[in-house]
């Protein structure tokens, strides 16, 4: 049996939402959504991401939470006392070990695109895309993917930020660096859309941000939306839990949970009005994929006034926003290892770091010296990104939907949620039936797509 350590416990109800909105918004919001809503024709995709996150993504989040706040433990050890309270197999401990894989793999192939932004921001404010030709950004990037050394200094310079803040604990570390973090992303952010608003015209982006055009929809759309809101939720990997394990027993968790979710779906958007001014004000084109934050707009930098600095800024941004959620990767490594084997936190941290740097380092080593390597048909770095964000996330955001929904005592999920009578029916209606349904359906199409 799980040994109960003494734990920490959030300062505040504001600490524990600034965390779980650094942990949500990360990447997937910044990086990734643009690009996607790039990809898939625009606002049609926004729309089925918003409905997805309100019938799938929220109610498992909460249940996620949910299920920390009552297990109070590392996700392994919590899956098992659950199990043992609630008459379960003692299989679903499977889960929490499922998750901790998924998130080795996950913080060591985030820290590398991370490290292209901490690179971004250095090169930005020396002043390299200044002035220079749109081939002479492209080649830069290009050399700069084709140099495994350069790749591994900002990986490395990225694991160490992630896992020091880690090492200093829940209360010295976590939250004090998403107290400052979060806030500051979202003034960084703020100030790029009004800069866009003062200098370029909107017209263009927010009809392709906001106007469906619903004759394009088709299911592998509705498969990456619901996929995606997932990933950005964090749900399904155990670090939603582990961070519910820090909740005092008193704090409900229903309505911080529909604000953080409300934030990041505006910084995703907000994100969308961040970038396609600038793309669209260039003639660039919107669908140039993962490349379009580092290929694409420094060509729009360095034409712009002052863009050297709009440039630092914007890289920042990615950069806080990836460390808030690689903390929320790595911590739930830590916890385990710190609760179950003993470990002193500083070790633990360093053996989680050492863990996901070796997979990062596989992961940097695909974009060259192993770029024509395939399994099956899959890039190294494909199979690193898409095994735990396509596979682990929606097993794991199955289980905790199905575990939250039919075995949690009804009573004990109220008591924990704090929602009214109607919103909690409603929840254990979407927990029940709505998310598992999707979840199940999204993973078995995109097994057989
Ligand atoms: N939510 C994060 C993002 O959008 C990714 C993440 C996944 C964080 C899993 C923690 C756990 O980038």
Known sequence: MPQVTPRSQWGSRFAFMMAVTGAAVGL??????????????????????????????????????????????????????????????RYWQGIGFLGMFALVMILGFYSVVAGWSVAYVVQ??????????IAEIQAFWDAFLRSPADLL?????????????????????IERVAKYLTPALFLMLIFLVVYNVC??????????????????????????????????LAVGAGAMLVYGSYLAPKTTIGGSILVVAALDALVALLAGFAIFPIVFSHGLSPAAGP??????LPIAFSEMAGGRWIGVCF??????????SSISMAEPLVAFLVERLQLRRAYAALCVGALSWSVGIIALLSFNVWVDVHIFNWGIFQ????????????????????????????ADAQ????????????????????????????????LLL
């Open 28 to 89: 997937g919001n910044i990086w990734k959504f643009p690009y996607m809503v790039g990809q898939n024709g625009g606002a049609i995709f926004f729309i089925l991401y918003l409905i997805g996150m309100a019938m799938v993504g929220i109610p498992t989040l909460m249940a996620e939470v949910l299920l920390g706040k009552l297990g109070r433990q590392n996700a392994v050890g919590t899956w098992q006392t659950l199990a043992v309270r609630y008459g379960a197999s």
């Open 124 to 133: 930005s404010g020396r002043g390299l895309f200044q002035s220079a030709s």
């Open 153 to 173: 200094l900002w990986h490395s310079a990225f694991m160490i930020l992630t896992l020091s803040v880690v090492a200093l604990g829940v209360r010295e570390g």
């Open 199 to 232: 200098t370029v015209d909107m017209g263009e982006s927010a009809t392709f941000l906001l106007a469906p055009d619903w004759s394009k929809v088709n299911r592998s759309m509705v498969l990456a939306a619901i996929g995606q809101d997932l990933f950005t």
């Open 291 to 296: 490349d379009l934050m580092f290929k694409v």
């Open 315 to 324: 890289f920042g941004l990615l950069l806080f926003a990836a460390w808030t």
């Open 383 to 410: 199979l690193i990104t898409d095994i735990p964000t396509n596979i682990c996330l929606p097993i794991g955001a199955f289980a905790v939907a199905v575990f939250a929904g039919w075995r949690v005592k009804a």
């Open 415 to 446: 008591a924990g949620m704090g929602l009214g009578r109607v919103a909690f029916s409603l929840w254990r209606f979407l927990i029940r039936w709505v998310a598992p349904g999707a979840i199940a359906s999204i993973f078995i199409a995109g």
